[in-house]
C-alpha cells in the first residue's frame, strides 16, 4: 500500500529556518498537505499543494514538491515558540471512486527559545 | 466556525467491555472517518463512511465496528476491548470526495484518549 515517511523529531532554535521533509510512494497523488497538531489537539490544515505545481508559499511557509523523487518538504520561516507541534505530512491518492488520505508518522518540532 | 465534536477526551475501560466512541459534525459533510494515532505510527485509518449507513474498512479495521445512522454522527465502537486498543482516537469529516479544490480539507476533532487496562 502507499507509504509516506517522515522524520521523528527536529529541533530548531528560535528565529531560524525549519524544514521538515517528508517522501511518499503513490504516483497516483493528487493533493499533499501538511497538518499541524498541538498538544492536547486535533489536526488542523497547515497548507496544501496540488500535485501539479511544485511550490506554494503562504506567509512564513513554503511548501516545495518534487514529484518525481516523490519528495515534499515544509518550510518554515523565522520559527516561534508557538510553532512547536508534531507536524503531518499526508497525500491523497488512490484510484476508484474514494481517494484515500495516507498520512506520516508526524514530525515533532521544538523550538527552542 | 466549523466543529467535530468527539464525546469523551478521556475514557479509561477494562478489557473485555464494549466501547463507544461518539463523534459529531455540524457541517453537512458526507465523509466522516476515524484514525487511531500511536506514537511512531502516524495515523492510521480504521474505518470511514461516505454516506448515512455506509461503512468501509480503512487499513486496521480488526477489533473495530462503525455506525452511522445519521448523517451527522460516526460512532466507533471496540466490541470486547484489549489493551493494545489503548490509543489516541481521531474522528474527522470532509466534503465529498473528488478533486475540487473545496474538497481538500478534512476537520478533526480534539481526540479521545482511551485507555484499556
Known amino acids: 500500500g502507499e507509504d509516506v515517511e517522515q522524520s521523528l523529531f527536529l529541533s530548531v532554535r528560535e528565529g531560524d529556518s525549519s524544514v521538515i521533509n517528508c517522501t511518499y510512494t503513490d504516483s497516483s497523488s493528487t493533493y499533499l498537505y501538511w497538518y499541524k497538531q498541538e498538544p492536547g489537539a486535533g489536526l488542523q490544515l497547515l497548507t496544501y499543494i496540488f500535485s501539479n505545481m511544485d511550490m506554494k508559499q503562504d506567509q512564513r511557509l513554503t511548501v516545495l514538491l518534487n514529484k518525481k523523487d516523490k519528495h515534499l518538504s515544509l518550510r518554515i520561516a523565522d520559527t516561534q515558540t508557538g510553532d512547536s507541534a508534531i507536524y503531518f505530512c499526508a497525500e491523497k491518492g488512490g484510484s476508484g471512486g474514494y481517494q484515500k488520505v495516507t498520512f506520516g508518522t508526524g514530525t515533532k518540532l521544538q523550538v527552542i527559545p | 466556525d466549523v466543529k467535530v465534536t468527539q464525546s469523551s477526551r478521556y475514557l479509561v475501560k477494562r478489557t473485555g467491555e464494549k466501547v463507544f466512541l461518539e463523534c459529531v459534525q455540524d457541517?453537512?459533510?458526507?465523509?466522516m472517518f476515524w484514525y487511531r494515532q500511536d506514537p511512531g505510527l502516524g495515523l492510521r485509518l480504521i474505518y470511514f463512511s461516505y454516506d448515512v449507513k455506509m461503512k468501509e474498512k480503512g487499513d486496521i479495521p480488526e477489533g473495530y465496528s462503525v455506525s452511522r445512522e445519521k448523517k451527522e454522527r460516526f460512532s466507533l465502537i471496540l466490541e470486547s476491548a484489549s489493551t493494545n486498543q489503548t490509543s489516541m482516537y481521531l474522528c474527522?469529516?470532509?466534503?465529498?470526495?473528488?478533486?475540487?479544490?473545496?474538497?481538500?480539507?478534512?476537520?478533526f476533532g480534539q481526540g479521545t484518549r482511551l485507555t484499556v487496562v
Open positions: 474527522a469529516s470532509s466534503q465529498t470526495q473528488g478533486l475540487g479544490l473545496r474538497n481538500t480539507e478534512a476537520f
Open positions: 457541517m453537512d459533510h458526507e465523509n
